[in-house]
């Protein structure tokens, strides 16, 4: 995806982006190769140092929806396509002059995340982390399958981290993906799990 900067949304400052594929896990290469990447968007934080309480819904609706576009563009570039792309996820990093609710605001709402889901071509509410932190902080950035979310192949991690950001009043969108599951997936899913409970192992410990 080659975007010039009228493109861009005005209040993006850089755009980080990261790509790996693991070629062997103990030994061994993996089935199903697959590939992970993460886009990370540093931003200006439209809310920061201010009161709480204040309505966030315009600046959502003004900034949101593209940096949907522009965090799903990079991935499906990254990627392959939208077919390839079979889980994802998405986080925010909120500068210190920031609230946590100012980076829920532009990752939990549908403004950002209905989009990023229509333009994936998933299905499954997205998995997500957030959290408050100063420039050069890693965060841990979870995905599951986005299509169906209990697939426990498809339950992996990416880490994200911007050098430079967030700085205060900035925040750190990002948005994750990978074409396919973990290496050597082995322990089953919902639909060959036993029934287990509390009751029933009690009952076959005595």
């Not at 299905?123 to 050069?136: K, L």
């Amino acid at each position: 995806m080659q975007q010039n900067e009228s493109q861009l949304p005005t209040d993006v400052r850089k755009v980080v982006v990261y790509r790996e594929q693991l070629v062997t896990e103990s030994g061994v290469g993996p089935a199903r190769p697959a590939q992970q990447a993460s886009v990370a968007v540093v931003i200006r934080n439209p809310w920061a140092r201010t009161p709480a309480g204040r309505d966030l819904g315009p600046e959502v609706e003004r900034i949101a929806p593209g940096i949907a576009r522009l965090v799903s563009d990079t991935l499906i570039e990254m990627l392959g396509g939208v077919d390839a792309i079979e889980a994802f996820g998405k986080a925010a990093i909120v500068g210190t002059a920031g609230e946590i609710e100012h980076g829920a605001a532009l990752i939990h709402t549908p403004y950002f995340g209905n989009l990023m889901r229509e333009f994936l071509g998933g299905e499954s509410i997205i998995c997500f982390a957030d959290t408050r932190a100063d420039a050069g902080e890693t965060l841990v950035v979870p995905m599951w399958h986005k299509t169906v979310a209990a697939t426990r192949s498809h339950y992996q991690t990416v880490t994200t981290r911007v050098s430079d950001a967030p700085r205060a009043d900035e925040l750190v969108i990002v948005a994750a993906g990978s074409t396919g599951p973990r290496p050597h997936p082995r322990i089953g899913d919902r639909t060959t799990d036993p029934a287990v409970t509390a009751h029933i192992l009690e009952g076959a410990s005595c």
